[in-house]
């Protein structure tokens, strides 16, 4: 009780009292007197305590700071500091053709990091120096290589690839002239048949930010650093190509020495791609594509590019694809120069095409009259013709018919009047005055000026156009249906500045104009013509397939045998040695097919009648001389040739697009070549070429596939 | 306003104080709670010296124990000084005070001859084998002391010749210990005359002379080149923080980061993968103690370690309000301002409030001359309560 009378604030008052009275008391004035200078002092000990209280209270505000309100940030930084994340890529999935065909495989390659955590910036110019010396490489590259911002800071950069066994040992025992300096081996790419197929396979590279941030496909499961398909194949199809990597959370203490670790996720190589490309068709249509190029720049045409599609009509398989100028995919694995680079980004200087665009689906242009047939559809669909009926051809139409100011002429490709034609053999002699007829037809019946529904583009669309095919490839072009609402969203630019005219539908009737497409649109509406109307969405995918677990050595085999195969850079592909896998030892993870995109609204009779002016095309039409000497009667072939006038330039651009065997279609092939004459000219002899290569193949007899792509004369539009 | 510490209180019950205290021992009016924090704070010292040891001791192959086990014989020995001091009247420690203020300076002298011992770069070891005594820790406790006399004659009337006397006792003592070189222990001399001047009578104009004088003595430290660029680059490190390994500031990054990865709980005593078991703190055992604190027992543990020295504060100035003369409330004023500045100064550096200087924590940090000393100033503050009625 007494200890805690003496408790602050306790004291009873009665005591306090006691004092003041006290303080009256000559004894208490004494003892007073006695403790003066003591009682002052202790009015100090107040001020000395307010100053620790202002510590108290400055340490306890600190705190709770640091551990309350920043704790969560700090205990981020404290994982920094101990948790290091230790990845190993897994080996990349191989690529494939529908056959087991290796087209990209892994080769291990020496190469030489910089781990810019462990070199003082000073330090840098000297070692790259050295560097350049051994690996014979200018410094200024090594430089550029080193800053290059898409590798993580924290990961070591490679600067050279493909370094021998001898540069390696100028560098590894000399690790204090070559600080931050280490030799990685690492799978890179590589690409047994060199070039083909280069546009579908794609590449590989570091993920960009832009990638990491902003794409939906690359959201979830990346980070930096990570190499992903950047083009093509490798891109669509990323996921089940990359695997997963081993993961393994290393915890070091203050010196860095590992004192602990935790497996997060066990390696898992990338599956296997088939694709349902045929590498032989694909190596026939490159062949073809690149010989017709060449001849009808012998022949006084620019033909700066093309692209050929292949399709399976039956299934919507992509069995070829291709486009010109195109480029050894195995540069952009191994490195390339700044040569290399200005064939690949192309060069306005010396009017070199770029060689990266896939033209086969990324290249709009007018279809010429290609289009047709897709007129004609449009027509049967709409009423306005019957499958067998006709229509008078004269040498030029004029519309509006009853003349008038503002009526214009519009001219069929000869003078000539080829008098009263079916639907059928309007599409082989490519009557243009049949198909402006067409199309004036779908504009008026409705009303003046249609009736707004704009049937005709309605059909264009649910033929395929005006949007992507939706082939599982990146980067495909929409092309162009002009209607009344593109008119209005062009506007400011100085398009349609009357408004949707009838003479815009006439002109689109013969594919020219302001509508655009690309050749797999082309392919993949041509299919539906064929195989009773449904629209694929192509698929190049095929299957996804787990490989067989090696054995050791099974394993080891395969390694020494990449490595005694030199990796010849260019030349014929059919010379090397190229691997062919056993599908059926693998897991099916995944088939791919072909969506359905839409349905013509055409019976087998219209389809029918359609087809038989195709087959005529060839067979006696605008593509005879071209298919002269073809051996039709085994291997029938339908098509139509199709001219497109360039706006800007006047020249032409090539297109031909067929099928065949016409009796039961295996394949569809839209072919196209920039300013290179007519349709038949140039697009048709390639065709034909194709063709020929394929119907050897389907072993057919009296087929010379060996003759090279020769132009044809041809005056048709 | 002294009813804070308690009163001065000349009669009980009628009965004057003197009278009716003869009749009672001394060790009947001990201050319990001021031995509990001083064990207190020991034991929660010990704790973390082993928590901050045992990975590097382990991985050393060396006895785990084997700091804490040094620590708990300190304590020990820290016990035994107690007793010792508060055992005889304090106020013959004021007829000795000059004779301890001649001892300390011989020992601080000879410290700096080849008898002392360089550790850490410093000499400011006594080395005798199985143990050793840094006399600087020992110096704090008899400034305090001499420092206390000088000023109890004064009875609060300082004049300028009583300051220059006290800036004498101080600036030898002072010199001799930052010529070691020991910043800490330097900052701590001066920071005990400032607080001895404050509570000792000195009036403002003193402080105003000591100021201008403290700056040009500043100022002429660094025209001399007598600061080491080191101890420059510590003390301003925390300006500027920077988790770069070769500077400074690494040791405050990785400070602070421990501290404030405890959250308000901590991560738990010997857990694994703390920046204490990972040993990313430097001198964690002993002037970064703090930080063990702060990252395994959370800001409950480092708050609760903050009120335990409250409370010992606290007790002192209470003992100082109470004691019984001048010397007495200056020796206990000493003592609390002594506690609180390093205090103040070692928890506020591993914060980054304060510059980094090596300075140990009062009864945590590891190390003997300290524990030792600071149990002796118990046994004093302890000899003063008790003896405050005689």
Known sequence: VRRKSRKIGTRPITRRKRRGHSNATPSAAAASAKTLGLDRLRLRLVVFSVLLVTIFVALFSRLWFLQVLAGDEYQALARENRVRRVESEPPRGRILDRNGNVLVDNRPTLSI??????????????????????????????????????????????????????????????????????????????????????????????????????????????????????????????????????????????????????????????????????????????????????????????????????????????????????????????????????????????????????????????????????????????????????????????????????????????????????????????????????????????????????????????????????????????????????????????????????????????????????????????????????????????????????????????????????????????????????????KLIKEIKAPRGSVLPLDDIELGAIREGLEAVVASGTAASSFAGFPLDRFPVGGKTGTAQRGETGENDSWFLSYGPANDPGYVIAVYVEQAGHGGTTSAPIARQIWEGIAELEGVQGVDASTEVSLASDGSG | MATIFGEAVDRIGGEPISARMARKAPIRHLDPTLLLMTLALSAYGALMIFSSTVSKQEAAGADPAFFMKRQIAYIVAGVVALLVVSFFDYRHVRALAPVLYGVTILALILVLTPLGDVQNNARSWFNFGLFQIQPSEFAKLALIVAMAAWLAERKGDVRWLDLGLCLGIVGILSALIFVEPDLGGTMVIVAILIVMLLVGGAKLRHFIALGLLGTVAIVGAFQMDLVEDYQIERITAFLDPSPDVRTEGYNLTQAKIAIASGGLRGKGVGSENTQTDLDFVPEQHTDF??????????????????????????????????????????????????????????????????????????????????????????????????????
């Open chain 1, 113 to 586: 990091t910089i781990d810019r955590q462990l070199i003082d910036e000073e330090k840098i110019p000297k070692v790259l120096k050295r560097l350049s010396k051994v690996l014979d490489v200018r410094v200024k590259e090594l430089r550029k290589r080193l800053n290059d911002g898409t590798v993580s800071p924290y990961k070591p950069v490679p600067v050279a690839n493909d370094v021998t066994e001898a540069q390696a040992n100028e560098i590894f025992p000399y690790q204090e002239r070559f600080p931050g300096v280490d030799i990685e081996e690492l799978q890179i790419r590589k690409y047994p048949y060199g070039r083909l197929l280069a546009h579908v396979l794609g590449y590989v590279g570091e993920i960009s930010e832009e990638e990491l941030e902003e794409s939906d496909q690359f959201r979830k499961g990346y980070r930096a650093g990570d190499i992903i398909g950047k083009a093509g194949i490798e891109r669509t199809y990323d996921a089940f190509l990359r695997g997963k990597p081993r993961i393994e959370q290393v915890v070091v203490n203050a010196d860095n020495q590992v004192v602990g670790k935790r497996l997060k996720q066990e390696q898992q190589p990338g599956n296997d791609l088939y694709l349902s490309a045929d590498i032989r068709v694909q190596e026939i249509v490159e062949r073809a594509l690149a010989d017709g190029i060449e001849a009808a720049r012998g022949g006084g045409y620019q033909a700066p590019d093309g692209g050929v599609a292949v399709l399976e009509p039956d299934t919507g398989d992509v069995i070829a694809m291709a486009s010109y100028p195109t480029y050894k995919p195995s540069m952009l694995a191994d490195g390339f120069s700044f040569k290399d680079q200005r064939m690949l980004a192309g060069d306005p200087k010396t009017n070199q095409d770029d060689a990266l665009t896939n033209r086969a689906m990324a290249s709009e242009q007018a279809p010429g009259s290609t289009f047709k047939p897709i007129t004609a559809g449009a027509a049967l669909a709409n009423d306005v013709i019957g499958p067998y009926d006709g229509l008078d051809c004269p040498g030029s139409r004029t519309y509006p018919p009853e003349g008038g100011p503002g009526s214009v002429a519009f001219p069929n490709w000869t003078s000539a009047d080829s008098g009263f034609v079916t639907l059928p053999k309007s599409l082989e002699i490519s009557c243009n005055t049949f198909y402006y007829e067409l199309g004036w037809q779908m504009e008026t019946r409705w009303g003046q000026r249609g009736d707004g529904t704009e049937r005709f583009q309605k059909y264009e669309r649910r033929a395929g156009f005006g949007n992507p095919t939706g082939v599982d490839l990146p980067y495909e072009q929409d092309g162009v249906v002009p209607d009344m609402q593109w008119c209005k969203d062009n506007e400011d630019i100085g398009y349609c500045p009357d408004g949707w005219l009838p003479g815009y539908t006439v002109n689109m009737s013969i594919g020219q104009g302001d509508l655009k497409v690309t050749p797999i649109q082309m392919a993949a509406s041509y299919a539906a013509l064929v195989n009773g109307g449904i629209v694929w969405e192509p698929r190049m995918g095929y299957e996804v397939r787990r490989p067989p677990v090696q054995e050791q050595d099974e394993l080891e085999e395969t390694q020494t045998r990449t490595e005694t195969d030199p990796q010849s850079e260019d030349g014929d592909p059919q010379s090397k040695v190229t691997e062919k896998v056993e599908v059926s030892k693998s």
């Open chain 2, 289 to 390: 103690i703090f930080t063990a604190v702060g990252e395994q027992l959370g800001f409950m543990g480092g708050a609760a370690l903050l009120g335990l020295f409250a409370i010992l504060i606290w007790r002192s100035l209470r003992i100082a309000a109470m004691a019984r003369d001048t010397f007495g409330m200056l020796v206990a004023a000493g003592i609390a301002g002594m506690w609180a500045f390093q205090l103040f100064v070692n928890v506020g550096m591993t914060m980054g409030i304060m510059p980094i200087t090596g300075l140990p924590l009062p009864f945590v940090s590891f190390g003997g001359s300290g524990l030792l000393m600071n149990f002796m100033a118990v046994g004093l503050l302890l000899n003063i309560h008790m003896r405050r009625f005689l």
